[in-house]
């Protein structure tokens, strides 16, 4: 904001600048009309002063152009920086601020409160710098005519302001309200229309339109209300400009009567006072708008000023390449909200090379503990080491781009699949790309596709069935050629023997890189060195297949389960 | 890197058209007596604006030029009578034009909500949500914008601008023309200006819409942003959008800064003409000091209105854009409404299935029977191809074939949620497409694969609002084994479900939806499973409440789970569209024939 000033500045001379020439135009009248009462005193013929007149205005509105563009300009600017800073602040924002914000709220301070503020900085600035120029300059040529009746003028005008002032705080308070009914009724809709086959099954569509009716009576009261004030808005405004002619009608008609004002006093008299009315309304509505760039500024602030909990080690450790070895020492982890751990005492090495498998019911942890590895979700120090080097003191970029993740919930940008599978690789080359897509066992849907690796996924990756977003996710990971390799139930989308047939072809890409499998599907695990199964966040088993089935425990039931189905399968 | 936003493209044409007005005058027809008085407003608002330049010259004139001081008092007096009638005429023009137009917004929001209930399940395939939910919202505010700003406004303007004219021309003739003579270049100005304007805003809306798909997309994709190292590059990319949107925001600063100040400039260039051309006037005793003053002030009331005008002008036009869309919708053409029926085939109904419509009383039906049915979505893409199906009252029909084989077609079709194309579906001989829907979809109760929950308590989801399914909500729960969880909830039966049933797990979204059509009571299930693998504590919830679903009534089931073909009378293996094997698990697998090689695909945990 602070780079503007100059604008600032120079808007406001040009401001000034154009205030002049529109105030000279009244005192040009003035003049005009003195010589036209009195034509043998007249110093210049009428026209002389019609001319200045037609002089000025065309000045004014050349010099108006630069000072209106200047500072609309140097709001606009101020709005990029802004969304620059608050979208850079995003970028370094951890996991616990998501999960925390909804991503709706951040999307009205980018759109909403940016805007307020932007108001603020151009027709807010703008209109205060304006109407302190045309109140100083008018009133005190209004005074240089006439003092008292200058005094008597502008008596309705801090009414007209405080009147104003209200109305439009009262809108504001009524316009919001507004805003909510109607975000009520468009979720209404949506909802009735993406249950339209449950609406219909159950015929619900009476009992709907009843439940419409209502929502719908509610936010058309909330429009009543505004109408109602709307309503007033314009009147106000009229009548305090008229009254002010009134007053002026009357006492200056008077004094002009009496002599002690000239008839040219009169007329520049009632010209300042018509310019006051405009930036008195403007001055009421700017009001609230300080208030309401304040507000929107502080929620900026909000975002701008949030500390991220995983963030760059203060004495990195230097490191060059990861081999993936990793240890767990006495983990522990739970999201702040939550009273209850998600994980405890976790302690374990991982030796480089390793093909870990991690198993256990939904909601014991598995994902939790994956995700730590590259610090998605904040980890306390001295609880996970990767080559005997604590996560936190590794560089972000040097620790995450060591591991190749595959999330859960494979997220995929709209762009075109190509440029989703090179995603982690700066100028990814398509010999790379079509590689990766060929391990992730992708390939040949890409080549059905009409486009090819060209083909856009469209939002979220729609376009693609779950299991094409699955591989993709994991071809894009493949690509990064990471040491440490983590696949976080990857395949829940397609059937046992499907997962069972690629993560078969993967076998050959882990060569000497450490990799972690969670699934619940346990014959996906069978061939990994060491199996972990979690329980309400601890490891309650561990071992290979071989082992485990030895223990008889939980994860042997859960084996014999799975082979009874199978068995039943073969009957 | 290629950034593709999607936004709806505006259809930018005329601000008038007849045929839609004409049309959108029906829905003033419960008002109209209000939208005369609106209209019968209009005069007297106008003359009490214009008379107080008037009367401001009558002062001049007969008073102060005159040092005449008696009878001013009583001519400020008319003045201010004058100002209070505007005031009252103004504020109760502006509230009735809001209040007809909100009526009218809730009748068309109405309308559409009522249209849309009506339309077939089909009609949903083809059209975003996003879409529906902007006719409904967006298109309707648009027109309501017309209503404070648009049409009456306009004639009310129009009104005022001849009504300047007129004085004018008759205070002083030959003054008005000289003082006209601005007046095309400023209607020019005004509307190359506009023109020039619409585009570039077209600009900024396409690269705001852009900004902020860019923006949800990477808010969503954070973790993935983060995890790839792609902060700088995503920033990179951001900054191009960001500044390509400020770019397109400049000019329209620029254009909307000259507009503002050309119709400054040229109000007061009128008011330099008619200080020169009408001082002339004066000293040859043509024109009086008041009439000087007067003119000052209708030129500059006459440029008011005139500034708005082309803003006006682009209110009408996404007005009739809006009304465009708006209309398309209404005239989709809708299913046939609940409770009655197709064609003319009443007469030839059994009389014991019409009942009372409610399935109260009726008799149950015997035998459902599909006969070469055919069905496409589209085109002559056949999903269905000459299917048949027969099963009776009582019977457990498990559907079991690859995924796009037609199974959940065939579950779609009996509740008419489609229309067979060729075929029938008949229950006791009689098509269904002769049964009043209504009556149709009382007797079925459809269990879908994704269950879709409402906002609203748990109570709300498995009753919908029905009176009769209201109080066998806790009963449903019980038998399908859903109340065990919901007695657990902080709020039992009361508590709110979150959009779409967040804060419920895959198992108890399934069993509230179990519990729903328990609750209406339907003789006869379709259930399509969810194929989304659960943890084995909810599976054994989920085969428990199945049970209880299914128990004593004729069930259409398509099956994705070992539990339920054991439990099914009868499989049929449906592939590409058609019948391939029919029977009992044990003999189908006895055959060794699709169904042996599906199960071993399928059913495999």
Known sequence: ?571 | MHYGGIYEDEIVGKAYDRRLMGRFIGYLRPYRLLVVLTLLLLPPMAAARLAQPYLLKLAIDNHIVKGQMEGLPLLAGWFLLLILAESIFTYAQVWLLQYVGQKVMFDLRLALFSHVQRMPAAFFDRTPTGSLVTRLTSDVEVLGEMFAAGIITIVGDIMVLVGIIGIMLWMNLKLSLVTFSVLPLLIWVAFTFRRRMREAFRQVRARLANLNAFLAESIGGMAVVQLFNRQAREQNEFTRLNASYRDANLPVISWDAALYALVETLSSVAVGIIVWYGGGEILQGALTFGALVAFIQYIEKFFSPIRDLSAKYSIMQGAMAALERIFNLLDREHGEPLGSTRGNGVSLLPPPLMGGGEGEGDRQVERIEFRDVWFAYSGDDYVLKGFDLTIRRGEVVALVGETGGGKTTVTRLLSRLYEVERGSITFDGTDIRELPLKDLRSRIGVVLQDPYLFTGSIEFNISLGDGRARQRVEEAARIVGADRFIRHLPNGFGEEVRERGVNLSAGERQLISFARAVAFDPEILVLDEATASIDTASERLIQEGLRGLMAGRTSLVVAHRLSTIQDADRIVVIHRGEKMEEGSHQELLAKRGLYYRLYQLQFRD
């Open chain 1, 1 to 571: 904001m602070r780079s503007q000033r100059g604008t600032y500045l120079l808007g406001a001379l040009c401001l000034l600048g154009t205030n002049s020439c529109a105030l000279f135009i009244p005192w040009l009248m003035k003049l005009a009309v003195e010589g036209l009462q009195f034509p043998h005193k007249a110093l210049h013929p009428s026209s002389h002063y019609a001319l200045l007149i037609i002089a000025a205005a065309l000045l004014q509105g050349i010099i108006r152009i630069f000072s209106r563009t200047t500072l609309l300009h140097a709001a606009r600017r101020i709005e990029f920086q802004l969304r620059e800073e608050l979208y850079a602040k995003l970028l370094d924002l951890d996991l616990p601020f998501f999960s925390r914000e909804r991503t709706g709220d951040i999307l009205s301070r980018f759109s909403n409160d940016l805007t307020n503020v932007r108001m603020l900085m151009g027709f807010g600035v703008l209109n205060v710098i304006n109407t302190a120029i045309i109140y100083l300059a008018a009133i005190s040529l209004m005074i240089r005519i006439s003092p008292s009746l200058t005094a008597c003028a502008v008596i309705p005008f801090p009414l007209m302001i405080l009147v104003v002032k209200r109305l439009s705080a009262s809108m504001f308070r009524r316009s919001k309200r507004a805003q909510e009914e109607l975000a009520r009724l468009s979720s209404h809709v949506e909802e009735n229309v993406s249950a339209a086959a449950v609406v219909r099954a159950y015929c619900r569509e009476a009992a709907q339109i009843e439940a419409f009716r209502e929502v719908n009576s509610r936010y058309l009261e909330s429009n009543m209300g505004m109408a109602r004030l709307r309503g007033w808005m314009i009147p106000v405004i009229a009548a305090t400009g008229a009254i002010g002619t009134l007053i002026v009608l009357i006492l200056g008609g008077s004094r002009v009567i009496a002599g002690s004002l000239t008839l040219g006093d009169f007329v520049a008299f009632n010209g300042y006072l018509a310019m006051l009315i405009w930036p008195t309304v403007v001055l009421g509505w700017i009001l609230n708008l300080m208030q309401r760039g304040a507000a929107s500024m502080s929620r900026l602030n909000h975002v701008l000023e949030a500390a991220a909990t995983v963030t760059e080690p203060d004495t990195p450790a230097s490191v060059e390449r990861l081999r993936g070895e990793i240890e767990f020492r006495n983990l522990a982890f739970s999201y702040d909200q939550q009273a209850t751990p998600l994980l405890t005492g976790i302690s374990l090495t991982i030796k480089p090379g390793m093909k870990v498998g991690i198993a256990g019911p939904v909601g014991s942890g598995k994902s939790s503990l994956v995700r730590l590895i590259p610090r998605l979700y904040p980890v306390a120090d001295g609880q996970i080491f990767i080559d005997g080097i604590d996560v936190n003191r590794i560089p972000l970029a040097r620790l995450r781009g060591a591991i190749g993740f595959v999330p859960q919930e494979s997220f995929l940008f709209s762009r075109s699949i190509g440029d989703n599978i090179g995603y982690g690789k700066e100028r990814a080359g398509t010999g790379e790309i079509v590689a990766a897509a060929r391990l992730a066992s992708f390939e040949n849907d890409v080549l059905r596709f009409p486009d090819g690796y060209d083909t856009l996924v469209g939002e979220r990756g729609v376009t693609l069935s779950g299991g094409q977003k699955q591989r993709a996710a994991i071809a894009r990971a493949l690509l990064k050629n990471p040491s440490i390799l983590i696949l976080d139930d990857p395949l829940s989308a397609v059937d046992a023997r499907t997962e069972e047939e690629i993560l078969g072809s993967l076998a050959g890409y882990y060569g000497d890189r450490t990799v972690i499998v969670v699934s619940h599907r346990l014959s996906a695990l069978r061939e990994c060195d060491l199996i972990l199964v979690l329980e309400e966040g601890r490891v309650v088993e561990q071992g290979n297949h071989a082992e485990l089935l030895a223990m008889d425990g939980r994860y042997a039931a859960t084996w014999h389960e799975q082979q009874l189905r199978a068995e039943i399968e073969k009957f």
